[in-house]
């Protein structure tokens, strides 16, 4: 208990799924968590269910002027922000052919600009403030190619190398700030599930998506959370620019 006593976490898409098994863990372990998230009744009920030490600011993360405005109340109301979670995200089970150029553009909104606008605000307010540290929710498919995943797959690529380059920036700079990726696999989460129930044969895909990691089973959001919670803890304070993978050895074979 107490590994992030005290730390102020935004925690985007944190209304469900790993968001909110992030946020519900960082709370156990003694942080205050403002959830960002667009779902203003999930969030509501998130809040509810986490306590005292748990908030919620709506946050469109493809807004710049919601970032500042989120960022901004977040150092208005606590003094400070220690740790951010760029977990938000969308996917798109669509190979090249079959993706619009609009569809591409929606998924890059969510996925690859809202990292980066999350990133640069984090260090606007974190740089003069200690300092903190930044978790960008990346996946196994920012690491290998999908080729029904054209969108997905470049996107989380994106967010790979992006954090990189802030994790080089801020170690320069001096700011104290470090920046690491976390790479999961197929989680059991709402977003799969829809996506398992969507599909013309549910059973087959998700038989698929649980025997895809050599372990033979989807990860559970609390599995990715611990992950994010070492990486936004002091026991991580040598590690900045790194990828950590958590999917039960699919980009081991």
């Not at 992030?22 to 009744?41: F, H, M, P, S």
């Not at 922000?81 to 998924?107: C, H, P, Q």
Request: with cysteine.
């Amino acid at each position: 208990m107490g590994r992030v006593q005290d730390r102020i976490a935004l925690v985007t898409g944190g209304a469900s799924g790993i968001g909110l098994a992030t946020a519900k863990l960082l709370v156990e372990e003694g942080a205050t968590v403002v959830i960002a998230d667009r779902d203003e009744a999930a969030s509501t009920a998130a809040v509810a269910e986490l306590g005292q030490r748990a908030s919620f600011h709506r946050l469109d993360v493809t807004r710049e002027d919601e970032w500042v405005a989120v960022t901004d109340a977040v150092v208005r109301d606590f003094g400070r922000i220690d740790s951010l979670v760029n977990n938000a995200g969308v996917v798109l089970f669509k190979d090249i052919e079959a993706t619009t150029l609009d569809e591409w553009r929606d998924l890059m909104a969510v996925n690859l600009d809202g990292a980066f606008l999350g990133c640069k605000h984090a260090v606007r307010v974190m740089k003069d403030r200690g300092g903190g540290a930044i978790v960008n929710i990346s996946s196994v498919a920012g690491l290998i190619g999908h080729g029904n995943l054209a969108a997905y797959c470049a996107s989380k690529g994106g967010v790979r190398l992006l954090t990189k380059s802030v994790a080089l920036h801020c170690a320069r700079k001096g700011y104290n700030i470090r920046c690491n990726s976390v790479h999961p696999s197929f989680a059991e989460t709402p977003m799969l599930q829809s996506m398992i129930a969507s599909a013309r044969n549910p059973e087959k895909l998700a038989a698929g998506f649980a025997s895809a990691a050599p372990l033979g089973r989807l990860a559970q959001p609390i599995e990715i959370a611990r992950t994010i919670l070492f990486l936004t803890s002091d026991e991580s304070a040598f590690t900045t620019g790194a990828e950590l993978v958590v999917d039960g050895g699919l980009t081991a074979a």
